[in-house]
C-alpha cells in the first residue's frame, strides 16, 4: 500500500491549492489539518487560538495529524504550517510517508500573506512575523523533509510536477 503523501511548510507555501491539485492528479483523497480541526472542533483557527491559546490548536493539530496520516486508503496531507513544532509530530511525519517540503523565500510568503488576515500568529506585523516563524521552522522542515519543492517562481501545476518527478524517485530507491 502506498504511503500518504504529506505537504509541510509554512502559511502561504500552497500546501493546501497544491495538495488539491496533487490528491486529483493521484486520485487520492486529500486531507487539509486546519480544515479538519475546524470540521471536528466547530471553530476557526483563529477562533480556537482566541479561545484555547495556540497549546489549545496545537494539541487539536496533534489529533487530526494522526488521523490524516493513518488515512485509508493514503491521503495527500497538508499539514498545519507549525505541525514540525512538536517533537511528536515529527516522528508521526517520518515515520508515516513521504513528505514534501514547499519551501519559499519569507518575502515571497509574506507577498502571498498580505494582511495575514485570519492568520491568528501574523499580528500587526505580518512580514516581519514570517521571517521570525521561517527562522523557527525552517531547521524543523528541512529535518523531517523528504523532498525539498522550491516554490517561490512555480505555478501550482508546477509545483505538482515537481512533487510527481521527485516523489517517484523516492518511492524507487532501495
Known amino acids: 500500500m502506498a504511503e500518504p503523501l504529506v505537504l509541510i511548510g509554512m502559511m502561504g507555501s500552497g500546501k493546501t491549492t497544491v495538495g488539491r491539485e496533487l490528491a486529483g492528479r493521484l486520485g487520492w483523497a486529500f486531507l487539509d489539518s486546519d480544515a479538519m480541526v ?13 479561545e484555547r491559546g495556540e497549546d489549545g490548536f496545537r494539541s487539536e493539530e ?43 523565500d519569507p518575502a515571497t510568503l509574506a507577498g502571498r500573506l498580505g494582511s495575514g488576515a485570519g492568520r491568528p500568529l501574523l499580528g500587526d506585523e505580518p512580514g516581519a512575523r514570517v521571517v521570525e516563524l521561517d527562522a523557527v521552522r525552517r531547521p524543523l522542515y528541512e529535518e523531517v523533509a523528504d523532498v525539498v519543492v522550491d516554490v517561490d517562481d512555480l505555478d501550482p501545476s508546477r509545483v505538482v510536477d515537481r512533487i510527481l518527478a521527485l516523489t517517484a524517485f523516492e518511492r524507487s530507491r532501495p
Open 38 to 50: 475546524e470540521a471536528s472542533t466547530g471553530s476557526t483557527v483563529a477562533e480556537l487560538f482566541a
Open 62 to 104: 496533534t489529533r487530526v495529524l494522526v488521523e490524516a496520516m493513518g488515512a485509508t486508503p493514503p491521503a495527500v496531507v497538508a499539514a498545519a504550517g507549525g505541525a514540525v513544532l512538536s517533537g511528536n509530530n515529527r516522528a508521526l511525519l517520518t515515520a508515516g510517508g513521504i513528505v514534501v517540503w514547499l519551501r519559499a
